[in-house]
């Protein structure tokens, strides 16, 4: 089981990220932007939270033109899993492997803090160690965490139940109060709040074991 | 060549930079202004010979975001 972290200047939680990988099961390899490949028989990779390329023009875009996510987009083309969190998930909007985009926080402010995050479905491999409708508890960390889309594209996630989390109570101005989304092969998920910033003790919180642990269980050769 | 693009997000996103300018000038006293809008200037110096479809183009791979963006282009 094989996971890749990528690298990008600015990133700030791969090594976290990492770790929640490492301590699922997952051999990692931490791949930097400028590399034109992927390791070879990567399973999943993990686009960490940060400031890519110091946020500049908007969060993600400079990195999502950086020469690794064009391999990233090709593994998520040929089905493999990527999960994109907080400026991670501004990335994959940016490479368009999600749909919608991430505006400044509705409050103008930075948020640090836990907040409570709902399952909206458990049919995924990221959302499958928990149950539909479970509220946890996870820590965001983010300026520019408010999810847009059009109301078209909201319906259309919300019909294929692709929303994987939502606020239990919105401090973003995110619409429809979503968290995280998955593509529409549900193998790609992009997220705010930090699951790795939740999985071990020592944080404060394990609510975010679960999503690690359940990858480790899904991705294990058979 | 020189151009300038123009980047403002679309009508119906919200723009919480815009409104915290709109807050202030009122606080400053400025009354009667309804709406502001903020978006940025990009300007480019290009190659002679370059078209307005490759000014295009760049902001349709990078220099906006069309899925929250609008952006318009002086060539000049």
Redesign the interface.
Known sequence: MKAAVIVFPGSNCDRDLAVAFREAGFDVSMVWHKDTALPQGVDIVGIPGGFSYGDYLRCGAIAAQSPICRAVADHAGRGGYAVGICNGFQVLTETGLLPGALLRNAGLKYICRTVGLRVETAASVYTEGYTAGQVIDIPIAHHDGNYFADDETVAALRGEDRIAFSYADNPNGSVGDIAGILSANRRVLGMMPHPERASDARHGGTDGTAMFRALGTALAPA | MKARVHVM?KNG??D??GA?VRHALGALGFDGVERVRQGKVIDLDLAEGTTEAQVRDMCE???A?T??ESYSIELG
């Open positions: 997000l996103v919200l919480p930079q915290a791979k990078l220099l975001n899925v929250i």
